[in-house]
């Protein structure tokens, strides 16, 4: 088996339910999936930045991926977006939309997502550093500023909207594949779910089909299709104000 250098690192902090970090590096790939997820007494974004490189093309998702909806819920994507669409702007110009992305998987991201790939012979890793740091510190701000919620409800619905998140990314997440060929799938299935996604046996009991019925096949186990709607999105859904415009194709 090829030598593969792992490095996983988590961190908690007052307002910090979990930061945690794998970097993955051997002869064909490099990658990096970070993530931090605030307490749910604080109702904040979750920083997301996941980096994979080849040889031949970079495939980058970077986002402050929202709690809730943005797309039906106005209200919340006014209270955390609106005054960042500038910062999404000017990184959109830089790293174009890159390609196809399914209509379930873009209920967690939020208008301000960068995803992009390129070439490495494209040169834009500076910029790349630049999107990072100022993603991050508008995060840092955003929780920064999130007053501690004392109702139980409003600290329910932050809890149960990141265990949906987490058991999408559990069950979803299309890192899944090469986590299995590196490591098998026995240690990638542990590494997903007490790592890369923890939580999901603490925040909340519901299971994948609880959250996501559609995807439940006669026998009752989960349909391993990615899409069920059957649409994508080719290019960019948010126009300029940061307000959803659609454009979707079938798969």
Not at 20 to 48: G, H, M, Q, T
Not at 62 to 91: A, C, M, S, T, W
Not at 119 to 131: I, N, T
Not at 214 to 234: A, H, M, P, Q, T
Request: net charge neutral; charged share 30%.
């Amino acid at each position: 088996m090829e030598q593969q250098n792992f490095k996983m690192l988590s961190f908690q902090a007052p307002k910090m339910r979990l930061l945690r970090s794998l970097s993955i590096e051997n002869e064909a790939i490099k990658i990096l999936d970070l993530a931090v997820f605030a307490r749910p007494e604080f109702d904040a974004p979750i920083f997301c930045a996941n980096f994979f490189t080849t040889a031949t093309m970079n495939i980058i998702v970077l986002d402050l991926n929202p709690l809730h909806d943005v797309i039906d819920q106005r209200n919340y994507k006014e209270k955390y977006f609106k005054r960042l669409i500038p910062l999404g702007l000017r990184y959109s110009e830089l790293f174009p939309w890159g390609g196809k992305l399914t209509s379930e998987s873009l209920k967690f991201f939020s208008p301000i997502v960068i995803w992009t790939k390129f070439p490495p012979s494209q040169d834009r890793y500076d910029c790349l550093y630049s999107a990072f740091k100022e993603y991050y510190q508008a995060w840092l701000e955003l929780i920064a500023q999130a007053p501690e919620e004392i109702d139980p409800s409003y600290i329910k619905s932050n809890r149960e909207a990141q265990h949906k998140y987490l058991t999408w990314r559990a069950e979803k997440d299309p890192g899944h594949g090469i986590l299995k060929r590196l490591i098998g799938e026995s240690r990638a299935q542990d590494l997903v779910r007490n790592f890369l996604f923890d939580g999901l046996d603490e925040l909340g009991s519901k299971g994948f089909l609880d959250y996501f019925p559609e995807y439940r096949r006669e026998d009752g186990s989960v349909n391993e299709k990615r899409s069920i709607l059957g649409k994508s999105f080719e290019n960019r859904p948010w126009d300029a104000r940061g307000e959803f415009i659609g454009d979707d194709i079938k798969i």
